[in-house]
């Protein structure tokens, strides 16, 4: 799938993302790992997750786990209001949901205009960061999920 | 005539009258008294036998009306008309033959003849059969009901039983014979007019059948289903109302009952005469024409049985016959009682009137003895005997009293005659001392003429006025006394003169004093009238004044209240905007929700429109329409997002712009209520002005009731002025008039004539002008107090109308003010 996606980033030249707000700041994530965006709805919190893990849903029948991405991310913990969604992301194989503020735009971007981001972090933080698009005035910030999740596991674990 | 036979006979007048007048009345009451007693006897007697004749009628009507309604009776009458037929043409002799001249038993027996059929017979006579069976009962019934006969009669007139079988049996009611008869006529009534329902009267006539005795019918028709079959008759049984008209019973040994018919020929025979009276004698009496009807007539009958009898009758009605029953007895039996009771009265007033006379003689010969004897004294006491011998005197009747009188005059002869002899001595002596009485008043006759004259010439003088005149000569010594007098009189009229004239100068110069001062007080009442009118207009115009304010005042009460209403009208309005944001308020609250709702679902579609754009880019290129719809959905969900929130930034707008507007219409609200506080004040003291106003307008009514007083009083003080001033003015020509009078008299005296000719003159007045004067300031103040006001003295008024006008202001205004007012109005008072 991820082959999927780069080659459809390779051949079109154009790469369709959605982007969110985290705070003031914006990230977005590639279209095609996205399965469904839900309006915010309570989670069952679970025993000894850790602070990023909200809890699971029910997503007709099957439980998902959901993510705070703001915690995940380093940020403040965000406070989930009516206008919150949930951006169900198949990761790996796996549903995960991803709480985010608020879901902005869905927007079509060339690759050319993906600029690497700045080598400045650790490597495992900047793994997180697969490129930053400049849109008009904005920064977004284009987030690796598998890189997300793989280091997931690796907390998990 | 001597009072000896006087006396008796006075006594037997008197007696005589005394009894006759009372046995007279005695007499008449009582033979009246009989009289209506035997009129009561006789109604009584005359109403109890008609009665009695009626009851029995009526019982002879109900039997035989009974009778015919009996079976018994039509069942025999069918017998005998069927048996009839079989007699065969001379039925009437056949039947005749055998129940009359062949009957064994004599007549008025022939009823027990039961039937003509001989034992022996061969034919057998079904008539007789018939009678053998019916007769026993119809004579039973006959006998035992009192009936003279009893007949069965058919509608062919035929006789068809007789019980009593006279020669009306078997005969027939239609012939000649017959018709005219009592019998006859029953039939005819009966038959003839169909009377079915009652019985039909035949009244007594001679029968010829009966030898030509009265008889009287009765009859009644026999009824069947069918109609009439036939009748029955009987013969009036005259021997049951001889019965009840023999009763004579309180009538005495003449008396009787009769019952008379309408000729006035008796139809029950008298007990009084051996012989049969019956339809033989006649009594015609005017009685029986009045007494028609069932009252009872009472009179007098002449003639019947030869006697002059009082008498009382009645009638009495019954089918036609038209019968009197009347009562009498001889008036000679009646009145028997009275001549005993005439006889009795008249002996015993034989003997008393005998008794009296022996007695009166007795008394007059007691009583005439002594005046005799008294008589012949008193004649020779008138001779000039005083010698004589009075028997008698010790008598207790009016003859001693006589006697002592006399006895009197016996003794006053005797002293008479001494008196006479005294008297001639008496008269001798007093002559002679008339005679020296008279000598001596002739001579004081002409001392006194003298006197007299000189007095008369002194009055003379002093009529003419002159009181210089004095008597000088003495008079005799018992009328000196009256000259001197003279003397002093004129002196003393002389005196009393100047002074007299001295006084009308006095009053001359008073009345003149009196004059000025009356028109001055005139002069000074009419400015005080004019002041008062003034005074009036001017409080008028103040009334109205206060009046107009009074009005203004009130009007002004009426718009506080007005604005009063309207600020609380104001402040429900402020209310009810208040309410009004309220709601807004509300309003806004319910479109916030919807605009969240709104809201959510842009939110909702925004989600849904990205959900597709997901969809579409994961189809690829077949989804790249799609997503341009997603993209388009998710531009409206955006758009619509931003709309409502703009419209919620609105509205919160708005909810703040109603908050401010409530504050305000609240304060606006507070406002009012403020100004309706002030309303309330104004309205406090508008009323306050209007009740001055009021008490103001009171205050000047009494003003002016107290001011009309005012003039009423100067009115009165101005008419009074005139008077005085008028009276003034009499009492001036009075004092010269009097002055006139004096000066007539010629005064005497050294000094006094002239003193009193130079005070009438000019110097009197002005000597006097100070004394009134000086009296003056003494008599004004009580002019002051009568409230003519014009005072020039200090002293303040005491009482007065204007006192009591400027207190009622005082109190009308009250205040403060009111003392300043109040002194201020005094002293314009005093000035006035």
Sequence with gaps: ?157 | MLISRKLPLAAALLTIMSIGASSIVSLQIGSSAVNEKIVEKLEAVVDGRRNQLETFLANLQQDLTATSQNNLMRIALEGFKYDWGFLGADVSPELKRRYITENPFPAGERQKYDTAQKPDAAKISSYDQTHERYNPQLREMANSRGWEDFYLVDMNGNVMYSVNKYDDYASNLRSDAMKSTGLGQVYQGIVGDEVTDRTVFADYEAYAPIGGQPAAFMGHALNSQMGMVGVIIIRVPSGKIADIMSNTAGLGETGETVLLNSDGYLISDSVRTPESDMLAVRVDSDVQRTAQGSSIVVGSLEGYRNMDSSVAMTGVKFDGADWTVAALIDKSEAGASMVMMRNAILGVALLLLLGALAISIWFSRSLTKPIEALVDNMRRLAEGDTSIELAGENRKDEIGEMVRSVAVFRNAAIEKVELEREADDNRSQMEKRRQDREAAKAEETQLMQQAVDSLADGLHKLSEGDLTIRLETPFIESLDRLRLDFNASVEKLNETLSDVTENIHGINGDTGELRAAADDLSRRTEQQAASLEQTSAALDEITATVKNSSQRADEATSKVAEAKQSTDTSSKVVGQAINAMGRIEEASGEISKIINVIDEIAFQTNLLALNAGVEAARAGEAGKGFAVVAQEVRELAQRSATAAKDIKGLINKSGEEVKSGVTLVRETGDALSMIAEHVSAINDQINSIATAAREQSNGLTEINSAVNQMDQVTQQNAAMVEETTAVTHRLTSGAASLEGLVRQFTLTGGSRPVSVSTRAAMPGPAKHTPAPAAAKPAARPKVVAAGVGASTTNSRPVQSPARNMLNTVARAFGGDKSNNQTAASQDDWEEF
């Design chain 1, 1 to 157: 799938m991820q082959e999927t996606a780069n080659n459809n980033v390779a051949t079109s030249g154009y790469l369709e993302i959605i982007s969110f707000h985290l705070g003031k700041q914006v990230f977005c994530v590639n279209i095609m790992s996205v399965r469904e965006i839900r309006g915010w709805a309570p989670s069952t919190t679970l025993p000894h997750s850790p602070p990023h893990v909200l809890g699971v849903i029910n997503l007709r029948g099957s439980v998902i786990p959901v993510i705070d991405m703001a915690i995940r991310l380093g940020l403040p913990a965000i406070k989930p209001t009516e206008r919150s969604a949930i951006i169900v992301t198949n990761i790996a194989g796996k549903l995960v949901g991803l709480l985010v503020e608020n879901v902005s735009d869905m927007i079509t971007v060339k690759n050319a205009d993906l600029q690497p981001a700045p080598d400045v972090l650790p490597a495992a933080e900047r793994a997180l960061t697969k490129a930053i698009i400049p849109v008009d005035e904005q920064m977004i910030c284009y987030l690796d999920l598998d890189a997300l999740f793989s280091t997931e596991d690796e907390l998990a674990a």
